[in-house]
């Protein structure tokens, strides 16, 4: 994925979560979050997602809120909070979503906070 696109997908991404009531935070991890290291063609979208208590499932069984969600071609839940998808164009996204009490298991050194409305 160039550049744009993965900037593009990340805006996406970040305005539809931020137009969601029951987003309170959203945590890009990794190249995503541009810090140190810098997203390169190869490069996944690995995020945290926090929401209000008991909406966690939702946001786990309606993917509808990612960008281009009609092209998931594959989507699967890989931990009790982690999640991958898949993408008809390819790309791979990795996703946590967590309500405010279970953030106390996530451990990160490499970070961006891009929504924050707690």
Not at 53 to 81: M, N
């Amino acid at each position: 994925m160039k550049k744009a696109e993965f900037d593009q997908l990340t805006t996406t991404l970040t305005n539809n979560l931020n137009n969601h009531p029951d987003v309170l935070g959203l945590v890009a991890c990794g190249s995503m979050a541009d810090q140190d290291y810098r997203p390169d063609p190869w490069s996944d979208h690995d995020f945290f997602v926090i929401v209000k208590t008991g909406t966690q499932s939702q946001f786990k069984q309606d993917l509808s809120w990612l960008p281009y969600a009609d092209q998931i071609v594959l989507s699967f839940q890989e931990t009790e909070h982690g999640m991958k998808v898949l993408y008809r164009f390819g790309h791979l996204l990795e996703f946590a979503v967590f309500a405010e009490e279970d953030l106390d298991v996530v451990r990160l050194n490499r970070f961006a906070t891009l929504i924050d409305k707690a």
